[in-house]
């Protein structure tokens, strides 16, 4: 792929970290959250993005972010299938969210407890809730959505 230019997401990450090399540096961010903008915003890498990866370093405590391509491909920090699942309930808010969304839900307190990780969990590949179910989901996704998609540019950034 054209445009995720590893020496400048390098650049960015290196001096953030304690490690002064790349290969250990990456080792100490892990994933604290994920967005979806609306409008376009830049990896440090250089590649427009509306995929945010939100990362904090475990041993300084500097945040920073990257798309969804870098993190996967050069922080090595695997997200799975959470994108694909967060936009199918931006799409349609009674739909079922997907295991890496779950789970990505239950780490970041977007859940309230258990109750609500099962029922997502026990119902993700239902075709058919009863009424009671589809309106609990709704409220789940809802609160979910509230915490991922940004409507306003610049939102993330004051993070
Ligand atoms: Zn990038």
């Not at 075709?127 to 409507?151: E, Y």
Request: a positive charge; one cysteine or more.
């Amino acid at each position: 792929m054209e445009g995720h230019n590893f020496e400048r997401l390098k650049s960015h990450i290196v001096p953030l970290s304690n490690s002064m090399a790349f290969e250990t540096a990456r080792l100490e961010w892990d994933l604290i959250g994920v967005e979806i903008s609306e409008e376009f915003d830049q990896c440090p890498c250089g590649q427009d993005i509306l995929e945010h990866c939100y990362i904090r370093n475990r041993l300084n405590g500097a945040t920073t972010y990257v798309g969804n391509v870098c993190i996967n491909r050069f922080v090595g920090i695997d997200t799975g299938n959470l994108f694909e699942g967060l936009k199918r309930i931006q799409a349609d808010l009674s739909a079922n969210a997907n295991d890496d969304l779950i789970e990505h839900a239950y780490r970041m307190g977007y859940l309230f407890n258990d109750k609500e990780y099962h029922f997502l969990k026990q119902t993700r590949l239902k075709r058919k809730l009863s009424s009671a179910q589809s309106a609990w989901k709704k409220k789940i996704n809802r609160r979910i959505l509230n915490q991922t998609i940004v409507q306003r540019r610049g939102v993330h950034q004051s993070r």
